[in-house]
C-alpha cells in the first residue's frame, strides 16, 4: 500500500479524544448508567483513552470492556480468523445501560452491527450509541455514529490506516491506496 497522506497527528487524535468525551457527557446528562466498549483492536485502547478523559472531567469512573465480535461477522466465512475459547463476557452487565460502542474507522457498518449483535446477546441496554474516531463513509447498512472525530470522505480503492501508540507505537491517522 501506498501512503498518500497523514489525515491526524497525535495532537489532532487527543484533541479529538477530549472532544468526544465532553460530547458523550452532554448527550446523556452526566456519565450515570453509562459503559464503554471498545470493539477489538484499535477501538479498544480509544474506549479507554475517553475512559480516561471522561474522569478526569466528572470525577467519576465509567466502566470500559473489550468487545470481540469476530463470531458476530456476517463474513466470517470468507475470512480467516483465530475463535476466542471463552464465550462472549464483559466484567459489568450492560442490563439497562448507555453502552458506547468505541471503534476506530466506521466504513460500511458490517462491524457495528456485528457488535451491537453482541451486547444485546449480552442483555437489553437502555440504549446503544456509536463513536468513532474516523468515519470514512460507503455505508452498506443504515449505520450512523452519535460522535464522530473526523469525516474523510474515501474512494473505494483508498484505505484508512489508524495507528495507536498501544498497538502501534505512535499516533496518526493515513490515507493510503490499496
Not at 150 to 173: A, C, M, R, W, Y
Request: charged share 30%; net charge neutral; aromatic share 4%.
Amino acid at each position: 500500500m501506498k501512503i498518500k497522506s497523514r489525515i491526524l497527528a497525535e495532537a489532532d487524535i487527543t484533541r479529538i479524544i477530549r472532544r468526544i468525551s465532553h460530547q458523550i457527557i452532554e448527550k446523556n446528562k452526566g456519565v450515570d448508567n453509562l459503559v464503554l466498549l471498545g470493539i477489538r483492536t484499535r477501538g479498544w485502547p480509544l474506549a479507554r483513552r475517553i475512559a480516561q478523559c471522561i474522569e478526569s472531567f466528572e470525577g467519576q469512573s465509567v466502566p470500559v470492556g473489550e468487545l470481540d465480535v469476530t463470531l458476530y461477522r456476517d463474513d466470517i466465512e470468507h475470512k480467516p480468523h483465530q475463535f476466542a475459547d471463552q464465550p462472549l463476557q464483559l466484567p459489568f452487565p450492560v442490563q439497562g445501560k448507555v453502552v458506547v460502542l468505541v471503534d476506530d474507522v466506521l466504513y460500511t457498518g458490517r462491524t457495528v452491527r456485528a457488535a451491537m449483535d453482541a451486547v444485546i446477546d449480552l442483555g437489553r441496554p437502555r440504549a446503544i450509541q456509536l463513536a468513532v474516531l474516523v468515519d470514512r463513509g460507503h455505508r452498506e447498512l443504515p449505520i450512523r455514529a452519535d460522535f464522530v472525530g473526523k469525516n474523510v470522505p474515501t474512494s473505494t480503492n483508498e484505505t484508512i490506516q489508524v495507528k495507536l501508540t498501544e498497538t502501534d507505537g505512535s499516533d496518526e491517522v493515513l490515507i493510503a491506496e490499496k
